[in-house]
């Protein structure tokens, strides 16, 4: 999957070193992404430190955070929301 934004891609290879494969092929903009890349709770906690890491951006303090799971979509929407200036 070839995406032009950045923050997506970045999410994709976020989501891939999680897994130890690439997950591109397995998700669509709006696939659900805990259920496409079948998710557990340390994966998402992961996931949620690299965030924090990597980007500066605070993730699952906010109970809607894991509604941005549902979607790549949705995760990148809030990670755009979230970045620091």
Same mark, same amino acid.
């Given at each position: 999957? /070839? ?24 998700? /669509?903009?709006?696939?659900? /992404? ?10 998402? @906690? #992961?996931?949620?430190?690299?965030? #924090?890491?990597?980007?500066? @951006? ?8 894991? /509604? ?10 809030? @990670? ?6």
């Amino acid at each position: 999957m /070839a995406t032009p934004d950045p923050i997506t891609g970045t999410l994709i290879g976020f989501l891939s070193d999680i897994k130890g494969r690439d997950v591109a092929p397995d998700l /669509a903009a709006d696939d659900n /992404a805990l259920r496409a890349l079948n998710l557990d709770s340390l994966e998402t @906690v #992961e996931l949620s430190v690299r965030l #924090e890491k990597d980007l500066g @951006v605070e993730f699952g303090k906010d109970p809607a955070d894991l /509604a941005a799971l549902e979607s790549l979509h949705g995760l990148t929407a809030l @990670v755009r929301d979230r970045l620091p200036a």
